[in-house]
């Protein structure tokens, strides 16, 4: 069985400041991990995976992932927000090959001037 | 490359109708899925299809959701008859289906109203 958590329904940064979204996962099997990125009346947009090979996962718009098998961690960062970034983030946990998603209840990220 | 096109785009529905959503997944892809995601929730898998076969249904309402993937090609996703609690975006996604082929594309999901 797999559950993902996200800490934070909504977090609220200015522009240029620091982006840190929290994920915590847990899973019976060694875990694919993901995060999506939603825009609003769109569908989900991959932003980056991790699939076994580097902890350090970097993605799309400057988007980066850290693996934490210790913590059970997979906390979504980057370095300045852009206006650009606000949108519904969601984490999610596979067992195999991506198949199958749980994904958490997302985190609403909004940037303020 | 064209993306998962899904339609309608919106649909308002009054409890006890029926209702249907259609989905055609990218070129070549084998496998398909069918979400629910209910307003201020993530995504919740409803079934998932390779080629024309069911993998899992096991969080599908069977006595009110049916779906189908005649052809391996495009699906369907019906519900009838329809609650007040089947609001909410109905997303299909398609991958590759291969071995260590991780990643699901979203089509940009049907909204439903049951009013």
């Known amino acids: 069985a797999q559950s993902v958590t996200q800490l934070g329904s909504h977090v609220s940064v200015s522009e240029g400041a620091l982006v840190l979204l929290r994920c915590n996962y847990s899973?019976?099997?060694?875990?694919?991990l993901f995060w999506y990125v939603q825009y609003p009346n769109q569908g989900l947009q991959l932003l980056l995976k991790?699939?076994?090979?580097?902890?350090l996962v970097k993605g799309i718009n400057g988007f980066e992932a850290e693996f934490k098998k210790s913590e059970t961690s997979f906390h979504l960062t980057k370095p300045s927000a852009h206006m650009s970034d606000a949108a519904e983030y969601f984490c999610?946990?596979?067992?195999?090959?991506?198949?199958?998603?749980?994904f958490g209840g997302g985190t609403r990220l909004m940037v303020k001037p | 490359e064209a993306g998962v096109a899904q339609s309608p785009r919106y649909k308002i529905i009054e409890k006890r109708q029926s209702v249907a959503f259609w989905c055609n997944p990218i070129s070549g892809h084998a496998t398909l899925y069918w979400y629910q995601q209910i307003l201020g929730q993530g995504p919740k898998l409803l079934i998932q299809?390779?080629?024309?076969?069911?993998?899992?249904d096991s969080q599908l309402p069977k006595d009110r959701f049916s779906a189908e993937r005649l052809k391996g090609v495009d699906s369907t996703l019906k519900i009838q008859p329809a609650k007040l609690e089947d609001s909410a975006v109905y997303l299909c996604?398609?991958?590759?289906?291969?071995?260590?082929?991780?990643?699901?594309?979203f089509g940009p999901g049907t909204r439903l109203t049951v009013t």
């Open positions: 999610a946990v596979s067992g195999r090959a991506g198949n199958m998603l749980t």
């Open positions: 899973s019976s099997v060694p875990p694919y």
């Open positions: 299809f390779q080629n024309n076969g069911v993998v899992d």
């Open positions: 991790y699939t076994s090979a580097a902890t």
């Open positions: 996604a398609s991958s590759l289906g291969r071995l260590n082929s991780y990643e699901q594309y």
